[in-house]
């Protein structure tokens, strides 16, 4: 794959990281979130930066250990939905995580399926994900997804001679490499660092 797509690909992965930092740039720190509301306050140019952490696989007790070990470091969490949805009987079946979120519910995960973390800038690089066995680990729960919507798509098309699904799951397998890629980079990593 070519750095131009891993680099357009990669980009929309930190989308709202990159927003949130141009916020804080311009002067404005994040204060509260809602389902489609971000509520900024005037700071200093560039007082905060933030990373976006995904924890949808997560059970509502470790999505929460999780905030509370980040604030315990010093960092603002503020929980985000990953989507819209404003259907009744919100309830969503999360196959590829952990035992405890498989089922999300209003009193689970269901919209807040991201942390965003803000720290002070220091002027240091912010990253959640330092170790390589930790990037691995990340980089495996984005890719599952996926992996699971593909092979679902994959099923469908062959059993109903569907060319959309087909379509669809080819889509899928994109998001999928740029992912693995990202495993296998890390791994050469590791490697290197060994030596």
């Avoid at 990953?82 to 519910?105: D, F, H, M, Q």
């Avoid at 002070?120 to 997804?145: I, M, V």
Wanted: overall charge positive; hydrophobic content about 40%; glycine content about 6%.
């Amino acid at each position: 794959m070519s750095k131009k797509y891993y680099r357009f690909f990669g980009g929309l992965l930190n989308a709202q990281a990159r927003w949130l930092n141009k916020m804080s740039a311009r002067g404005y720190r994040l204060v509260r979130t809602e389902k489609l509301l971000y509520e900024f306050e005037a700071c200093q140019p560039n007082e905060v930066t933030y990373c976006v952490e995904f924890v949808g696989q997560k059970s509502r007790e470790h999505a929460e250990a999780y905030r509370d070990f980040l604030e315990e470091m010093g960092y603002k969490v503020f929980y985000k939905n990953i989507n819209l949805n404003y259907s009744i009987g919100k309830v969503r079946w999360r196959p590829w995580a952990e035992k405890g979120g498989r089922i999300a519910t209003n009193a689970s995960t269901f919209n807040r399926e991201l942390l965003l973390v803000e720290k002070e800038n220091d002027g240091k690089a912010f990253a959640l994900h330092t170790s390589h066995e930790d990037k691995e680990s990340y980089y495996t729960t984005l890719r599952n997804p996926w992996l699971l919507l593909l092979m679902m798509l994959a099923a469908f098309a062959v059993a109903n001679g569907s060319a959309i699904l087909s379509v669809l799951a080819v889509i899928c397998l994109l998001p999928i490499l740029i992912y693995q890629s990202q495993i296998w980079a890390n791994r050469r990593e590791a490697r290197t660092k060994e030596w």
